[in-house]
C-alpha cells in the first residue's frame, strides 16, 4: 500500500483566525519530528494566497515580516529535506485584508468557480508561481479549498495551462452543501485511482486529469459523541494545538451526532484513532493507495501520538510517500 500523509497547511478562517506560529509552524515542527525519526515523508498542500496577502501586507505592517519568513522559510525547508510541496488554493484571500491587528476575511466568494475563468487562471498562475519560486521544483497536484472542486469545467482550461495535472480532493459519498460552500461526490467511483476530464466525481478512461482521491470512512453518531466528551474532557490531550476557530459550518454538527457519515481519513484530532481501522477497510478491498488528510492547525496531542503509532507499525510493511515520488514524470 502506498500511504499519503497529507496537510493543507493554513491558518483558520473565522473570525478568530489565530496565529501563524500556533497553527501552522509549531504543529509541522512536530510533524518534522516524526517524519525524521521514522524516515517518511509527508505532502503539503499550501495556502499560497495567504503568502501573497502576507507579503503584500508586511510592507505596511512590518511586524508581518516575521509571519511571512517563517511560512515561507518552513516551507522551503520541507522542501529541501525531501517532503512534497504541492498546491492548495482558498481564493477568499482575493477580498480578505489586514487591518493592522487581525485578518479580517471576506468568505462571501469562498469557491474558486466563484469568480470568472479569467480571473481563476490569473489566480491559478500567481498562487503556483509563489510555491515553485519558493522551492524551485515542478508543482502539478492540487487540492481545493473545502473539497470545493465543482464545477471542474469553470476550472479545466486555467489547470491545463498551469500544468496541473493531478487532483486530490475528492473523498467517496462525501457531500455537503451552504451558503458559500458545497461539493457533491456521492457519486464518485468506488476506486483508490482514476482519470476524469469535466468532472472529477466521475471517472473518463481518455481523461487529461488523474484523481488520487482522499481516502473516506463511514462512522456513526458514536464516534463523534465520543469525540465530542473527550475533547471537554481532556483537553490538553484533546485540544486542537492551533489556536483559532473553524468557519462556521451550519448543520454539520448536528449530522455527525445522528447519523452516519462518510468522511474523509483524517489525522485531525480524535479521527486519527481511526488510521489501522482504515487501512484494514483499504487492504480488503484491494486497493494500492491509501491517502489521508490533515490540517497542522487542527492537530492535538492525541493525533499527534496516533500518527507516530501508525507510521511505526506500518512504515516495514507500507510505502509512505508522497504525490511526487509516485506521479512526477508521469
Known amino acids: 500500500m502506498n500511504i499519503y500523509i497529507t496537510l493543507d497547511y493554513e491558518i483558520y478562517f473565522g473570525k478568530n483566525h489565530g ?4 497553527c501552522i509552524i509549531f504543529p509541522t515542527s512536530e510533524l518534522i519530528r516524526i517524519a525524521d525519526n521514522h ?27 516575521k509571519d511571512y519568513d517563517s511560512i515561507t522559510q518552513q516551507i522551503k525547508y520541507l522542501s529541501d529535506t525531501g517532503h512534497d510541496i504541492q498546491l492548495h488554493i482558498h481564493p477568499h484571500w482575493e477580498d480578505s485584508y489586514y487591518d493592522g491587528e487581525r485578518w479580517i476575511i471576506n468568505i462571501k466568494r469562498y469557491k474558486l468557480v466563484d469568480f470568472n475563468e479569467a480571473e481563476i487562471s490569473d489566480i491559478v498562475f500567481r498562487y503556483k508561481k509563489v510555491l515553485t519560486e519558493i522551492t524551485g521544483k515542478a508543482i502539478f497536484a492540487y487540492r481545493a479549498g473545502g473539497w470545493c472542486l465543482q464545477p471542474f469545467s469553470k476550472l479545466k482550461k486555467a489547470f491545463k495551462e498551469n500544468q496541473i495535472t493531478l487532483d486530490s480532493s475528492v473523498f467517496r459519498k ?14 464518485a467511483p468506488n476506486k483508490d485511482i482514476y482519470t476524469f476530464d469535466v468532472k472529477p466525481e466521475k471517472e473518463n478512461l481518455k481523461g487529461y486529469f488523474t484523481e488520487l482521491p482522499i481516502s473516506a ?23 486542537p494545538l492551533g ?11 448536528k449530522t455527525m451526532l445522528t447519523q452516519y457519515t462518510d468522511c474523509p481519513v483524517s489525522i485531525d484530532g480524535y479521527n486519527a484513532n481511526l488510521l489501522q481501522k482504515a487501512l484494514r477497510s483499504l487492504k480488503r478491498k484491494e486497493f494500492n493507495h491509501m491517502v489521508v488528510i490533515g490540517h497542522p492547525k487542527a492537530l492535538s496531542r492525541y493525533s499527534i501520538m496516533k500518527l507516530e503509532e501508525f507510521v511505526e507499525k506500518n512504515k516495514g510493511e507500507h510505502n509512505f510517500t508522497t504525490y511526487s515520488k509516485m506521479f512526477r514524470n508521469k
Open 19 to 22: 496565529t501563524v506560529e500556533k
Open 39 to 65: 524516515g517518511v515523508r509527508f505532502s503539503f498542500f499550501v495556502d499560497c494566497g495567504f503568502i501573497i496577502k502576507l507579503a503584500e501586507y508586511k510592507i505596511k505592517y512590518p511586524h508581518l515580516e
Open 174 to 187: 462525501g457531500f455537503y452543501s451552504s451558503e458559500h460552500y458545497s461539493y457533491d461526490f456521492r457519486n
Open 217 to 239: 470512512i463511514r462512522n456513526s453518531p458514536l464516534f463523534f459523541w465520543k469525540l465530542f466528551l473527550l475533547g471537554r474532557k481532556n483537553t490538553y490531550l484533546h485540544k
Open 243 to 253: 489556536d483559532g476557530k473553524a468557519m462556521p459550518a451550519p448543520g454539520q454538527r
